[in-house]
Nanobody
Framework: QVQLVESGGGLAQPGNSLKLSCAAS????????MGWYRQTPRKERELVAA???????TYADSVKSRFTISRDNAKNTVYLQMNSLKPEDTAVYYC??????????????WGQGTQVTVSS
């Protein structure tokens, strides 16, 4: 059984920073891409940032130059450093990982979500 556990969300003032972490645990044999998505009551879940197993990154236009995604393969962990936060970054942030296990093969896994609120 694979589990993704997120941490690091919370309340931040505009212009401040937060760092999200997502640790994958369980019978993981191989890792592929990992990423962060976010969702608000008014919008569908959208990709924020993604990183391949080789380290290639992709960002939504709205977060480019402000957010940085990184990963530590030894720890099965992906991070999202969020700088210069804006009120429109307020959302529930979800971690996603494409992982290989002997029981399921390649499959997408999701974290439970962590709330990020940007407000003065």
């Amino acid at each position: 059984q694979v589990q993704l556990v997120e941490s690091g969300g919370g309340l931040a003032q505009p212009g401040n920073s937060l760092k999200l972490s997502c640790a994958a645990s369980g019978s993981i044999v191989r890792r592929n891409g990992m990423g962060w998505y976010r969702q608000t009551p008014r919008k569908e879940r959208e990709l924020v940032a993604a990183i391949t197993s080789g380290g290639t990154t992709t960002y939504a236009d709205s977060v480019k130059s402000r957010f940085t995604i990184s990963r530590d393969n030894a720890k099965n962990t992906v991070y999202l450093q969020m700088n210069s936060l804006k009120p429109e970054d307020t959302a529930v942030y979800y971690c996603n990982a494409n992982l290989y296990t002997y029981s399921r093969g390649w499959a997408d896994y999701w974290g439970q979500g962590t709330q990020v609120t940007v407000s003065s």
